[in-house]
């Protein structure tokens, strides 16, 4: 575990430094718009109202892009693995149609941004492909690469591909891109400054109060006033609008290391067999590319999800086998919300919504989603709707009935830990019981208790309940966090914020170590 440990965390994080972090309002403040979330759909929705020439504030919990978007394959493509079949079936090829429009529009806006303010964030043109070496998967290709393109993407299937091994089948997009989501969250921060916007970086969002202005609560005791309020949390923190019923979280490991260029595949490439593998690579230095390897899904904090280092093994294995020569130098995880229905949910908060505004439910796809939210958000606040505002609206009812098998099971998921989180635990361990660098959930003095013992021998032990809705957490040894099954928050050892939807931390529990 310690060698393990030695390789280096988010290549993107290190590679662009952010400098000192934007303190914390000094006292309450009052905007135009206040943006909750600083990732690519806050940060892109921020900037385009500022443009237009609204007064605007961030505020992020922790660093801007240090959160999902900071931990990206970063692929910026219209090509969802699969989408495009799958609405063609369920909303037709008109919202097919509307899908490809939106998200091939983003991709657009973000090349015209780097090219107009001049941004070195290693931008590429690349062809995007959903691949399949299985051949009895050819035929859903076949039938993908026919919707995408009847959707309006220069989609065709193909047999051979540059990767270094056989494939059985392909659909291919050209015209798709890659690049260095930090940098360019940090030259579009930069931009949004120039245009009179504000970042407040370690300012946690507590509650909301929907009014003419609206008000925002933080951690710090600060108030916010908005007249309109973007809710960009990748999860929502909010839950009025019940949207965690329908959005269901998943983890994801990536693997990366130098490869000599001349072995480097230069186009994009996922494919949904063996539990996910994605494969692109990245400019670097000394004649090589960087080869960003993605997989191994699960969902955090659920049973089985405990054998992290086991799923990092695997996709490294997998990653050496198919790349001879790969030495692994970085690894880290990123987070997903599946929509029940496949399409994001993007537009008001609820049906009684007149200031506040939501993006959610990417699905693995969040950089095209989150620039596509943006401008989408950004022309609701103006008075506008864009012809695709429908079909990312989160009030919509309609998709949910047509695939309640989908919301059902999400359902199902969460009551199973909800309730079975409560039943007497007859297989914990003793607080002795944990070796160094484990965790488990433990009943002291009669309450679930969270316990984790560090490298040095001592316990660190908080409530084991999630602060959100009060699921059990679960300990993921790979990477130090308590996760909640039920909806995806994540804790360090001392109970402390990774990941919402949880707004406050876990309480610590006072146990005596052995």
């Not at 090349?111 to 959903?130: M, N």
């Not at 957490?473 to 402390?496: K, M």
């Amino acid at each position: 575990m310690n060698a393990e440990r030695e390789i280096r965390g988010s290549y993107w994080l290190e590679t662009a430094p952010g400098g000192a972090p934007a303190p914390p309002p000094a006292g309450d403040v009052s905007v135009d718009v206040a943006v909750v979330g600083g990732g690519i759909a806050g940060l892109s929705t921020a900037w385009e109202l500022a443009r237009r020439g609204r007064e605007v504030a961030v505020l992020e919990a922790d660093r801007i892009a240090a959160g999902v978007t900071g931990h990206t394959t970063a692929k910026l493509t219209a090509l969802h693995t699969l989408v495009y079949d799958h609405l063609r079936r369920t909303r037709g090829r008109e919202g097919a149609r509307l899908y490809a429009d939106s998200q091939s529009a983003a991709l657009r806006r973000a090349a015209e941004v780097v090219t107009d303010l001049g941004i070195d964030c290693d931008w590429e043109e690349a062809a995007a492909h959903t691949y399949a070496e299985a051949p009895e998967h050819v035929e859903a290709l076949r039938a993908e690469a026919e919707a995408a393109r009847e959707a309006g993407l220069p989609a065709e299937f193909v047999t051979g591909t540059e990767l270094p091994y056989p494939v059985a089948g392909a659909v291919r997009v050209t015209g798709q891109a890659q690049f260095h989501p930090v940098k360019y969250l940090r030259a579009l921060t930069d931009d949004l400054k120039r245009h009179g916007g504000t970042v407040y970086e370690g300012t946690r969002v507590t509650g909301l109060t929907e009014g003419e202005p609206c008000v925002l609560e933080t951690d710090t005791g600060v108030s916010v006033r908005a007249r309109e309020v973007v809710v960009a949390t990748h999860y929502p923190i909010f839950d009025r609008a019940l949207l965690f019923t329908r959005l269901s979280p998943r983890r994801e490991l990536v693997v990366a290391g130098p490869i000599d260029a001349d072995l480097a595949p230069r186009d994009m490439y996922i494919t949904t067999e063996q539990n996910t593998r994605s494969v692109r690579s990245a400019p670097s230095t000394d004649g090589t590319r960087l080869l960003v390897v993605t997989g191994e899904h699960f969902t955090p904090g659920a049973p089985g999800a405990a054998d992290v280092e086991e799923r990092f093994a695997r996709l490294t294995a997998w990653a050496e086998s198919r790349f001879p020569g790969l030495t692994p130098t970085h690894r880290w995880a990123t987070q997903d919300n599946d929509s029940t229905d496949s399409v994001p949910l993007v537009g008001r908060l609820h049906p009684g919504s007149r200031h506040t505004y939501v993006a959610t439910g990417f699905g693995g796809w969040g950089l095209s989603g989150g620039i596509m939210a943006g401008r989408l958000i950004a022309d609701l606040v103006e008075g506008r709707e864009p012809e695709w505002a429908g079909l990312y609206d989160p009030r919509r009812l309609a998709s949910v009935v047509r695939e309640g098998g989908t919301f059902l099971k999400t359902q199902a998921h969460v009551a199973k830990h909800f309730v079975g989180d409560r039943l007497p635990s007859v297989t914990a361990p003793a607080p002795e019981d944990l070796a160094p660098g484990d965790g488990a959930v433990l009943r002291v003095d009669g309450h679930q208790c969270a316990v984790h013992r560090d490298d040095s021998g001592q316990l660190h032990a908080v409530s084991a309940r999630c602060t959100h809705l009060g699921c059990l957490v679960a300990f993921n040894r790979a990477e130090r966090a308590w996760e909640c099954p039920c909806h995806g928050s994540r804790f360090d050892p001392d109970g402390r914020i990774l990941q919402g939807p949880a707004v406050r931390p876990l309480e610590p529990r006072d146990i005596t170590s052995p």
